[in-house]
T-cell receptor, first 113, second 112 residues
């Protein structure tokens, strides 16, 4: 089985930087995803990490350490529109896992002026 | 390139009825996965289809079923609806295994 933990809520100020952490335990790791979800909308793909290290994409970066079972999503130059839930999800390596993702509970980020 | 398309967007049913939801994946994507999202349980995996075959199934009762057609479009069916089935049902498509998953806008199902 898998267990994924991330903070429930975070608050940050417009223009600042925020780091959202995700820790996981899995019997076989095969990739970690970050999604952004605004209230009432579908999750939007942000990043995918399968190897250790930092992946940068504009204002968003995602980091993975497989040995520590740890990832973080870094958001720079925060904007009000970044207020959303951020979902961490892990894919298992087991033969039949296919594209089955296990999601954390999500981190609700509130950006204040 | 069109994204993942789900229909209908909203649905209201009563207990005991059955419902069918539809998902059209991104062109060229052969894997379709279904997820249920509720405030209490978050996002939970229902099942995945690849080349018309169910590849994996989550921990849901047999009332939840699905299928995939030769054009990769997928449907999921829930029979004998219960109040607890009220949720956002999300479909995600991918080129294949070990690829990125992209979600549709979902179908918001309310069971009264």
């Amino acid at each position: 089985g898998q267990n994924i933990d991330q903070p429930t809520e975070m608050t940050a100020t417009e223009g600042a930087i925020v780091q959202i952490n995700c820790t996981y335990q899995t019997s076989g790791f095969n990739g970690l995803f970050w999604y952004q979800q605004h209230a009432g909308e579908a999750p939007t793909f942000l990043s995918y990490n399968v190897l250790d290290g930092l992946e940068e994409k504009g204002r968003f970066s995602s980091f993975l350490s497989r040995s520590k079972g740890y990832s973080y999503l870094l958001l720079k130059e925060l904007q009000m529109k970044d207020s959303a839930s951020y979902l961490c999800a892990v894919r298992d390596r087991n033969n039949n896992a296919g594209n089955m993702l296990t999601f954390g509970g999500g981190t609700r980020l509130m950006v204040k002026p | 390139k069109a994204g993942v398309t789900q229909t209908p967007r909203y649905l209201i049913k009563t207990r005991g009825q059955q419902v069918t939801l539809s998902c059209s994946p991104i062109s060229g994507h052969r894997s379709v996965s279904w997820y249920q999202q509720t405030p209490g349980q978050g996002l939970q995996f229902l099942f995945e289809y690849f080349s018309e075959t169910q590849r994996n199934k989550g921990n849901f009762p047999g009332r939840f079923s699905g299928r995939q057609f030769s054009n990769s479009r997928s449907e999921m069916n829930v029979s004998t609806l219960e109040l607890g089935d009220s949720a956002l049902y999300l479909c995600a498509s991918s080129r294949g295994q070990n690829e990125k998953l992209f979600f549709g806008s979902g179908t918001q199902l309310s069971v009264l």
